[in-house]
C-alpha cells in the first residue's frame, strides 16, 4: 500500500512540473513597420527599446550579432527589453532586422499597450523614433 502511494505521488508530482514547464498557448512575435533610415548619411540602428504590459517575454530568436540585451520584468506588469549594438560595425541599416526575434507570451495580437523606442546615430548625431502599438504587430 505504501509502495503504491509513494508511486502515485513521484507520478502526480512529475506531471505537475511537466505542465508548469509547458509553453503557453499563445506566443506572438513582435513585428516592426518599415522604417526608412537615411543610409546614405550612415543612419544606423544602435538601440532598441521595448515596453510592454500586455503579455510576457517568452524569448528571443536571432538577436543580432554583437548585440547584448537586458529585460526587466518588474512585478508591476510593465516589462521592458533593452538592447543596444556592442559597437559602431554591429549597428544596423535595417531596423526589420529585429522583426520576429522578440517572443511574446500571454499576449492577443490586438495588443496595443506596448511601445518601442528606436534609437539611431549617424556618426555626430543622434535620433529617436517612438512607435506606439497601433504602428506595431504582433503574430505568430
Given at each position: 500500500?505504501?509502495?503504491?502511494?509513494?508511486?502515485?505521488?513521484?507520478?502526480?508530482?512529475?506531471?505537475?512540473?511537466?505542465?508548469?514547464?509547458?509553453a503557453?498557448?499563445?506566443?506572438?512575435?513582435?513585428?516592426?513597420?518599415?522604417?526608412?533610415?537615411?543610409?546614405?548619411?550612415?543612419?544606423?540602428?544602435?538601440?532598441?527599446?521595448?515596453?510592454?504590459?500586455?503579455?510576457?517575454?517568452?524569448?528571443?530568436?536571432?538577436?543580432?550579432?554583437?548585440?547584448?540585451?537586458e529585460?526587466?520584468?518588474p512585478?508591476?506588469?510593465?516589462?521592458?527589453?533593452?538592447?543596444?549594438?556592442?559597437?559602431?560595425?554591429?549597428?544596423?541599416?535595417?531596423?526589420?532586422?529585429?522583426?520576429?526575434?522578440?517572443?511574446?507570451?500571454?499576449?492577443?495580437?490586438?495588443?496595443?499597450?506596448?511601445?518601442?523606442?528606436?534609437?539611431?546615430?549617424?556618426?555626430?548625431?543622434?535620433?529617436?523614433?517612438?512607435?506606439?502599438?497601433?504602428?506595431?504587430?504582433?503574430?505568430?
Amino acid at each position: 500500500m505504501f509502495k503504491k502511494l509513494l508511486l502515485i505521488s513521484i507520478a502526480a508530482s512529475g506531471l505537475c512540473m511537466a505542465t508548469a514547464d509547458a509553453a503557453p498557448a499563445s506566443i506572438l512575435r513582435l513585428y516592426l513597420p518599415r522604417l526608412a533610415l537615411a543610409g546614405e548619411d550612415g543612419e544606423r540602428l544602435t538601440e532598441f527599446k521595448l515596453t510592454q504590459a500586455c503579455g510576457e517575454f517568452w524569448g528571443l530568436t536571432g538577436i543580432p550579432k554583437d548585440w547584448s540585451v537586458e529585460i526587466i520584468s518588474p512585478s508591476s506588469g510593465t516589462a521592458v527589453l533593452h538592447a543596444s549594438a556592442g559597437h559602431g560595425a554591429s549597428s544596423l541599416f535595417d531596423v526589420r532586422a529585429w522583426n520576429g526575434v522578440v517572443r511574446i507570451a500571454g499576449a492577443h495580437a490586438s495588443c496595443k499597450d506596448l511601445s518601442v523606442v528606436l534609437v539611431t546615430e549617424t556618426g555626430d548625431r543622434r535620433k529617436e523614433y517612438q512607435l506606439s502599438g497601433r504602428e506595431l504587430q504582433l503574430r505568430k
